[in-house]
């Protein structure tokens, strides 16, 4: 255990990799915002450890015959932050907003529910009515994070949401308080002391946030025993230095979490399928998952954590450049002397620098002439909207936002989640699972 933890066993600091955009539940988008939200407000539901749906805001929940009516009960003992009780018209107010601003996680129940498929029976009851019968809705009730709608109402906006007051004020009933933020840099979260859920034995009373990419300040902090928990999203440079320090373990896991490579295919030269084929069999997915960034390699789009619905007759994919050379010339681009290609990567995360070099360097041997464009996660968000500005090749980490593998498909491959960082305008590849990256060779 560092010298700083054993002095301060109440506190914790923790280091991410990117930037807290958002506390609002309605608008976060990736893993680093749902780790605030998630610890700054509470749910109808949670998920345990095997994937299973448990009780959270909700105590219990029953769906009628039909499946198209879910009703929820709510624990009696549940408050907000500053004491209020959670009742079922709060819940109401959060979904009717998080549908309403139409950003962040509500994509996930435009198809299954509207504004007025959520009423309050009574303060202790919630029902939802459904569009029509859904398999997902349960494992989707995770990501409804219930608000303080009497402190939102006194802080209306002109959207009528609440809007400005929810992006600097935490106002749920999760166990820990927003004590501090400095955007950009870190985030000090407090217990909080009446959470309904109750704490494990000697809980943490503080958690600090801080934002850095750089590993030789990880590594450093880790030095003077002033870091206790750190992104996995280090090299294995910095990883296995970090395991080398006393008290410090670094636990190997299984997770749904995928590696994968997107691809544009709304942007020259990656149009052209015989080019995505080619950059699928150009990467050197071996050196990926055993040196640069190991992980468990994948065998498609859906990690292995989800034993019911994975084919296990999939075999990972191979490099082969011999027949990466015959897609590129079989594509409209043959004959073409430095094919021109632009490979993105987040800016500040060694591995994936290492990553691109790589795959720059069999791409180029075989006709492409690559360009890197290093980006901060901001703007790889940002620039993932358009086809003309998302690069033709970009690394990406996805993880199933609730427990179903129509979060991988969805998020990745609907039409309805066109525009996100998650699909892009992109055919995906992958190498891994549980960090991995994907080929379109193996998808179709």
């Not at 009703?71 to 009717?96: C, E, H, I, R």
């Not at 549908?99 to 959520?118: D, Q, R």
């Not at 690394?395 to 525009?419: E, K, L």
């Amino acid at each position: 255990m560092p010298a700083a933890y054993a002095a301060h066993p109440e506190m914790a600091t923790m280091n991410l990799v990117q930037n807290i955009g958002t506390i609002d539940p309605a608008k976060m988008t990736d893993y680093t915002e749902y780790m605030a939200v998630v610890n700054l407000y509470d749910g109808l539901t949670n998920v345990g450890p095997n994937g299973e749906i448990l009780p959270r805001l909700a105590e219990s929940w029953a769906t009628s015959d039909d499946g198209k009516v879910v009703t929820f009960s709510l624990k009696k003992n549940a408050t907000f932050q500053d004491g209020t009780p959670v009742t079922a018209k709060d819940v109401v107010w959060s979904v009717k907003r998080l549908l309403a601003m139409k950003l962040g996680p509500s994509h996930f129940f435009s198809g299954t529910i509207t504004a007025n498929s959520v009423t309050a029976p009574d303060a202790g009851t919630v029902q939802f009515t459904l569009i029509n019968p859904s398999s997902t809705f349960l494992s989707t009730t995770p990501l409804l994070f219930v608000l303080n709608s009497t402190l939102a109402e006194k802080n209306q906006d002109k959207g009528g949401w609440a809007e400005s007051y929810v992006s600097d004020h935490a106002i749920g009933s999760g166990p820990y308080k927003l004590a501090g933020w400095q955007r950009g840099s870190s985030m000090m979260l407090e217990r909080f002391a009446g959470y309904q859920g109750g704490f494990p034995q000697h809980p943490l009373e503080k958690v600090r946030l801080l934002t850095t990419s750089d590993e030789s300040t990880v590594k450093a902090l880790a030095n003077k025993g002033e870091l206790q928990l750190t992104s996995v999203y280090q090299s294995e440079e910095t990883l296995s230095a970090l395991a080398k320090l006393p008290r410090y373990q670094i636990q190997n896991m299984s997770t749904g979490t995928g590696y994968y490579l997107k691809l544009n295919h709304q942007r020259a030269p990656t149009d052209d399928i015989n080019i995505r084929k080619a950059i699928a069999a150009a990467v050197d997915y071996d050196t990926i998952n055993t040196q640069l960034h190991p992980g468990d390699p994948a065998s498609g789009p859906l990690p292995r954590v989800f034993k019911g619905a994975y084919l296990d007759t999939l075999t990972p994919p191979k490099m082969d450049l011999a027949k990466a050379t015959e897609y590129v010339a079989k594509s409209r681009y043959a004959g073409q002397k430095n094919i021109p290609l632009v490979l993105g990567y987040v800016s500040g995360t060694q591995f994936e620098e290492e990553v691109a070099l790589l795959l720059q360097a069999s791409l180029e041997s075989i006709g492409f002439n690559v360009t890197l464009e290093p980006d901060p996660w901001s703007r790889v968000t940002e620039i993932a909207g358009k086809p003309t500005t998302t690069p033709n090749v970009n690394q990406i980490f996805f993880g199933p936002t609730y427990p179903s593998p129509d979060s991988v498909f969805y998020n990745q491959y609907s039409s309805r989640s066109a525009g996100s960082w998650a699909l892009m305008p992109s055919r995906i590849p992958w190498c891994r699972s549980d960090s991995g990256v994907s080929t379109e060779t193996v998808t179709s």
